[in-house]
Nanobody, 122 residues
Framework: QVQLEESGGGSVQVGASLTLSCVVS????????VGWFRQGPGREREFVASMAWIGGRAKYADFVNDRFAIARDNSKNMVYLQMNNLKPEDTAVYYCNYWSGAFTVPRPSDYWGQGTQVTVSS
């Protein structure tokens, strides 16, 4: 059974940084695209960032504006999201996921973790 576990969220001030982590068990991510998604209060879940299974290529949502960086460690089956210059509109529950196929076309699996809450206050 596949399980995803996100961590690293918290309550921070505007302009702060956070690094989110995600560990996946029950499946090797070595040939999967991986990505981060978020769901803000009263909003639909939306795409944040994704990374190819090899080569380090990444894709970001427009709102990221060079503030976030996605990374992965296939040897540990882990995915990371470094977030800098956080804004109140970044407040959301953040989730990681994976899929086979192109990293540029997010198709998250049906498996979701609990997510990790990020709250940014001014």
């Amino acid at each position: 059974q596949v399980q995803l576990e996100e961590s690293g969220g918290g309550s921070v001030q505007v302009g702060a940084s956070l690094t989110l982590s995600c560990v996946v068990s029950g499946r090797s991510l070595s040939t999967d695209a991986v990505g981060w998604f978020r769901q803000g209060p009263g909003r639909e879940r939306e795409f944040v960032a994704s990374m190819a299974w090899i080569g380090g290529r990444a894709k970001y949502a427009d709102f990221v504006n060079d503030r976030f960086a996605i990374a992965r460690d296939n040897s540990k089956n882990m995915v990371y999201l470094q977030m800098n210059n956080l804004k109140p509109e970044d407040t959301a529950v953040y989730y990681c996921n994976y899929w086979s196929g192109a990293f540029t076309v997010p198709r998250p699996s049906d498996y979701w973790g609990q997510g990790t809450q990020v709250t940014v206050s001014s």
